[in-house]
């Protein structure tokens, strides 16, 4: 399927391993000129290199920098002659008790998954509107639908940017535009961050990693974790021209691990 984004540029945030990483090569892979950003120059630059190789016919522009600050969104927003899809995404908070985080912990959580998205909203969406296509994609968490314990920061920072998305995502000023917003619930994916919770309790129980991560596979349908590329290509379809009737939703890539009929 041809997705029609073809020369389209997006701005995809944290973009150097993982997920942001599965979605900036869906994208490339569909002639989509982007720019990637994340902290760490050294991965972020090899992964633009990837990101040529996939398909030297599109643009890659890599932009190092703190998303979750004012001057890395400026940076980010800067290399993007506009954006028309915009993946956002940022690192997850801490594990932890609820009890040990105080405001400062807070904020942070908050400015990370909540007020970052919706700054590069602000930037961005009415820009979109005039143009007539926009696409935006918020990377959340399967934690919004089913609280994971441990991470309560990510619990209610990211439940907050989904309640305000459900708002704007349905104001017909930018829908009626042909600009759609929705969040992608991964469950658990094969990615530095998963390893590195592995690593965490296995630590914590003194069982081998390996022991540990085939636990957490087990409790999932498929037996496995998803892969970033199946991710990118979920994020990819809603980035595309046939996506455009689905709006304000919370799509669930978890390989069937919630157990809902819903
Ligand atoms: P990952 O493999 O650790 O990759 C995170 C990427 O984001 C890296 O490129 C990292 O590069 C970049 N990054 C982190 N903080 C950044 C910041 N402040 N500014 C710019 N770039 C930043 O993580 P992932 O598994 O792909 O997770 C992506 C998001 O999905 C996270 O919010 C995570 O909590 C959430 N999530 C993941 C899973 C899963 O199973 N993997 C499940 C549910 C939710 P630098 O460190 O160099 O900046």
């Excluded at 600009?179 to 919770?197: C, E, H, Q, S, Y």
Aim: hydrophobic share 45%; charged share 20%; with cysteine.
């Amino acid at each position: 399927m041809d997705l029609g984004i073809q020369g389209r540029w997006a701005l995809v945030c944290a973009a150097s391993k993982g997920l942001g990483k599965g979605c900036a090569q869906a994208l490339v892979g569909e002639g989509v000129n982007v720019v990637v950003t994340a902290r760490g120059e050294p991965a972020l630059q090899a992964t633009a290199a990837e990101l040529r190789a996939l398909n030297p016919a599109v643009q890659v522009r890599a932009v190092a920098g703190d998303i979750t600050t004012p001057e890395g969104r400026a940076a980010a927003l800067a290399a993007c002659p506009q954006v028309d899809i915009l993946v956002n995404n940022a690192g997850g908070p801490p594990p932890g008790d609820f009890r040990d985080w105080d405001r400062a912990a807070w904020i942070k959580a908050l400015d990370a998954n909540m007020l970052t998205p919706i700054e590069l909203i602000r930037a961005t969406l009415d820009a979109m509107a005039e143009r007539g296509y926009g696409r935006i994609v918020n990377i959340t968490s399967g934690a919004v639908k089913a609280p994971i314990d441990v991470l309560g920061l990510s619990n209610g920072a990211r439940t907050g940017l989904t309640g305000f998305v459900a708002g704007l995502a349905r104001q017909p000023r930018a829908a009626s535009r042909n600009v759609t917003i929705n969040n992608l619930l991964p469950g658990p994916f094969d990615t530095d961050r998963l390893r590195a919770t592995m690593v965490g309790a296995a630590q914590k129980s003194g069982q081998p990693l390996e022991a540990v991560m085939e636990a957490r596979r087990k409790l999932n349908p498929t037996q496995r974790f998803g892969t970033p590329a199946e991710f990118g290509a979920a994020c990819a379809f809603l980035c595309s021209v046939h996506a455009g009737y689905i709006n304000g939703q919370n799509l669930l890539i978890d390989g069937g691990g919630y157990p809902g009929t819903f």
